[in-house]
């Protein structure tokens, strides 16, 4: 109100435009410097998302039960992880900062389905064996923090390096967990008898089962710890 009694009209404050996230920009900022190269081997081994960075293990544990399982999810996730790279960083200039989450899970699910239908149609076994883990590649958050960490900061030829370097990281993890599940549980690998008739007769069940999957992970981490602790 002013001096006269009258209420003066106050101007609309403009809302403020969301910025990413620090953590994406930090990372964005950290990988300008990197060669083609540098960006697809860190998602191998120096920044395997699964056995370093330690995401995405609810469908790790779960699918790992032996290696075609395995082989199959880490198919699943590579086409959906690289799909969406390219598409996020294709349309990253014309995506709204402030729906751009929603916009990337449209993005991923629709690559979801398209994975889905196909294994459905023709890897009907695959399928079942999966489960309820496929559609949930859609909130994996390896493909969702690659979209929003990398790719919408970053051209598609580099996006599709890092969608690469992440999901072959994500496969080797994935396959020889299920590899060392399967061997020891079942006593075959990719349906190969590899053990003798007596060992298969009697496996180790406790690999198959859930304990298992966290059992060997957990192996497989600390080996890992145990490389980097001497190469550091």
């Known amino acids: 109100m002013n001096a006269e009694g009258k209420i003066s009209a106050q101007p609309e404050e403009t809302p403020m435009e969301l910025a990413p996230p ?14 083609n190269w540098q960006i697809f081997s860190k998602g191998i081994i120096a920044e395997n998302p699964v056995i370093i960075l330690m995401l995405g293990l609810c469908p790790v544990l779960a699918t790992s039960v032996d290696a075609p399982t ?10 959906v ?45 695959l399928y079942k064996a999966l489960g309820i883990f496929l559609p949930l590649i859609v909130v994996n958050c390896i ?6 960490g990398f790719a919408y900061q970053n051209n598609p030829w580099k996006s599709i390096l890092d969608a690469l370097g992440k999901s072959i990281g994500f496969a080797l993890a994935i396959i020889i967990m299920g590899s060392i599940r399967e061997i020891l549980g079942n006593g075959t690998w990719f349906t190969l008898k590899l053990t003798p008739a007596g060992f298969r007769e009697n496996p180790v069940l406790f690999f198959v089962l859930a304990p298992g999957a966290f059992l060997v992970i957990g192996l497989l981490k600390a080996a890992v710890n145990k490389i980097f602790a001497k190469e550091s």
Do not use: C, H, W
């Open 143 to 148: 493909v969702l923090g690659r979209a929003e």
């Open 70 to 79: 395995a082989t199959g999810m880490s198919i699943a996730v590579m086409f």
């Open 22 to 35: 620090e953590e994406a920009m930090q990372e964005a900022n950290k990988n300008k410097g990197d060669s």
């Open 81 to 125: 992880l690289l799909m969406s790279n390219i598409v996020v960083s294709l349309l990253r200039k014309v995506i709204p900062n402030e729906i751009r989450i929603p916009i990337f899970i449209v993005i991923i699910a629709t690559f979801v389905t398209v994975i889905k239908y196909f294994m459905e149609a023709y890897q009907p076994d």
